[in-house]
């Protein structure tokens, strides 16, 4: 492309600059020597002016009369010979006059036998062409009324061999003018064409969405002017790509997060239905065998209504669980840090939860520890305690123990709640944070969990920004959660 350019431009420039030579060559072999004869032919009609007009002073003797023939003879090369009435001689050239002299006598005399061609006629001279083609003379004769004769000449080949040479000269001149003229065009075209190819070069690159490259003319062309604006271009390109990628990677993130919406909608109604379905059927069956006398007795009656009352709180408990839940997720329940003692908070709530652990045969331990002050949301801080020792207790065995304990650490406090039992199948721990998940779902209709408690737990420690998690053991299972204490 690159030699493509500048090869197409030098070689209209050279092929325009040749034809021009050419064309003038043509010219000037047509008409250069019909050019020469009419100029010759007008300084013989000069000269016949200046003659006329010294015949009309009567000055053919003065000095200026023979000084301006003598410049047209020797400037033009043309003979003169001039006589008056009674034939005596008023002017000779010195180039050949005496014989011009000769013939201007035979000429008033009418015994001249050369051939002569008349090609202008006047009241008072004639110009001609005489002589043989080989030595042919351009001639103007002619008489006044003065009577005074004159004839003037110059030779016809003078003006061809002029017309030839410099016809001739000039094709040397042209020739060397147009390979002067087309290497100076090549030097040249590549100073024009170099920024048209680098433009071209940037154009490329913005193709392969590469926008590094500028131009950097610094002159005030059409061509400058057009690789500023490709800079300018370039920038925008660039930056309209950039706003259409993030605009596309947002867009992208906004579908995989509507579409992990609708389908945490649709496993969250499934789950719900799921979950109601069994209190529902349990709560329809009992009111309809009351309505229908299934048993008369009052403690088959009482039993009735022990099992609705039941089913009719546990499904309280999941709605508000779900409420809480729902708060928790969408930001509606803002957390609120404040200083408390933690340690104060959790004997508070083991205190609360002596009867649970003793109806449950559960041993509650924890040790003495001084007030331990934090920053979080209290009230929240206790659900989660809560929800932790109420899973505790509810999936304690074996030894029946229930360890509270409290680590201080770099500004952290961990709360640990360990119970004995089973450990979490491996496959199963992280999945147990997700709402609705249950471990043995038995085990947790049978105590009436709603499968949401760690959910709310790790909502809760998330809006708070703090760490939480469960371990393994042998014997049993710990859950835990760091809170920021006061410095």
Same mark, same amino acid.
């Given at each position: 492309m690159?030699?493509?350019?500048?090869?197409?431009?030098?070689v209209i420039f050279i092929s325009?600059?040749?034809?021009?030579?050419?064309?003038?060559?043509i010219v000037n072999h047509m008409f250069l020597g019909t050019y020469y004869r009419e100029s010759k032919i007008e300084i013989l009609k000069e000269a016949y002016a200046t003659i006329e007009q010294a015949a009309a002073n009567d000055s053919f003797g003065s000095e200026e009369f023979g000084y301006n023939l003598n410049q047209i003879c020797s400037s033009y090369n043309i003979t003169i010979c001039i006589m008056d009435a009674n034939s005596q001689t008023k002017y000779v050239s010195i180039n050949g006059g005496q014989e011009l002299e000769r013939r201007l006598y035979a000429y008033l005399f009418g015994f001249i036998a050369d051939e002569y061609r008349v090609i202008e006629q006047e009241t008072d001279y004639q110009i001609r062409v005489s002589g043989p083609e080989s030595a042919e003379y351009l001639e103007l004769y002619g008489r006044l009324e003065s009577g005074i004769s004159f004839v003037m000449r110059t030779p016809v080949e003078s003006i061809r061999e002029s017309a030839k040479l410099a016809n001739r000269f000039f094709a040397y001149v042209g020739l060397f003018g147009a390979v002067l003229g087309g290497l100076i065009i090549w030097l040249v075209s590549r100073r024009i064409?170099?920024?048209? /190819?680098? /433009?071209?070069?940037?154009s490329e690159q913005m193709v392969k969405l590469d926008f590094e490259a500028k131009y950097h003319g610094k002159g005030k062309s059409e061509i400058d002017q057009l690789g500023e604006n490709i800079n300018k271009l370039s920038v925008s390109l660039e930056q309209a790509i950039s706003d259409l990628k993030t605009a596309n990677l947002q867009l992208q993130q906004d579908i995989a997060r509507k579409e992990e919406i609708d389908?945490?909608?649709r496993e969250f109604l499934a789950n719900v239905s799921h979950e109601l379905k069994t209190p529902i059927a349990l709560i329809r069956g009992y009111a309809e065998g009351l309505k229908e006398g299934v048993s008369d007795d009052p403690e088959s009656r009482e039993f009735y209504c022990d099992v609705i009352m039941d089913e009719a709180s546990k499904m309280n408990v999941m709605v508000k669980s779900l409420m809480t839940l729902d708060q928790l997720e969408s930001g509606k329940d803002a957390v609120s840090m404040e200083r408390f003692d933690i340690v /104060?908070?959790?004997?508070?709530?083991?205190?609360?939860?002596?009867?649970?652990?003793k109806q449950n045969d559960i041993t509650v331990k924890m040790e003495d520890y001084p007030p331990i002050y934090v920053w979080a949301d209290e009230l929240k801080t206790e659900e989660v305690f809560m929800?932790?020792?109420?899973?505790?207790?509810?999936?304690?065995?074996?030894?029946?123990?229930?360890?509270?304990?409290?680590q201080t650490s770099d500004g952290k406090v961990r709360i640990s709640v360990f119970n004995t039992g089973n450990p979490i199948p491996e496959d199963a721990v992280e999945h147990i944070w997700e709402k609705f998940y249950k471990v043995d779902k038995a085990r947790t209709r049978e105590y009436g969990g709603s499968g949401v408690g760690l959910s709310i737990v790790k909502a809760?420690?998330?809006?708070?920004?703090?760490?939480?998690?469960?371990?393994?053991?042998?014997?049993g299972v710990l859950f835990w959660f760091e809170l920021e204490t006061v410095q």
């Open positions: 690159r030699a493509s350019i500048r090869k197409q431009f030098s325009l600059m040749a034809g021009t030579v050419f064309l003038c060559l064409t170099r920024p048209i /190819l680098e /433009l071209s070069r940037i389908e945490m909608r /104060l908070l959790i004997r508070n709530y083991l205190q609360s939860a002596e009867i649970l652990a929800n932790y020792f109420s899973n505790a207790v509810h999936y304690c065995q074996d030894e029946r123990i229930i360890d509270v304990s409290l809760i420690m998330e809006a708070m920004g703090q760490a939480y998690g469960v371990q393994n053991y042998d014997n």
